[in-house]
């Protein structure tokens, strides 16, 4: 609800939550708090995370157990915030966007890496994985749900919680592990349609529609020659 790419709200994200049988979640949105804390404001069994994902000159970090906004854009400004929180450092699906040039400070500064991400490909979140095993970096899931269907794709499996200070234990000793099902194409181009009506370029719908369906219509066909 709070990102620009997403119409979610906190009350449906607990209740999707509860239905899914989930025990916790992180809240991420970009740039912000605010969904996090409005989520942890609802009365529930669910143990929610205050997150952000913020976006910096070398790509995304997530931070959780927040408890105030990130105000910094650069990379080491945006560390220092999170840990000034006692928060915990998450790099998200770290390959997105092929990405290989990973600062050996920065390494040392994360706590954790995004090892499945379920709006991104397979090669690619087992390239993280590996990646996170190379640095010796526990890993997570992300379902990166920008819509209520995807809430609980991905999953980071760890012994029964109780409290957030259980999950930050479980995510700094690695003592977890992941799961998840991809999530269907059709939500990252619903993503782009959602981005342009929030920002009020209604112009650019119908050329983003034309371009997902294009996309989609490649995706089927080249999923359909691997099959043969």
Known sequence: MYSFDSFVSPEKIIKTAQKKNLDGVAITDHGTIRGGLNAKKIKSDIVTIIGSEVKTEIGDLIGLFLNEEIKSCGIWDVIEEIRDQDG???????FRSNRTDFDH???RKIDA???YNARTELKKNIQAQDFAKLHDLPV???SDAHFSREIGLARTIMDPISSEEDIR???TSGNMHIEGTPAPLYFRGASRLVTDFKAGEWYRLPYTFYKIS???AKSFSSRYKRRQ
Do not use: D, M, N, Y
Not at 88 to 94: N, T
């Open 140 to 142: 997570t899931a992300g």
């Open 169 to 171: 234990k479980s995510i």
């Open 113 to 115: 890496i995004e090892g």
């Open 214 to 216: 294009l996309k989609g």
């Open 105 to 107: 400070e920065l390494i």
């Open 88 to 94: 915990i450092i998450v790099i998200p699906h770290p």
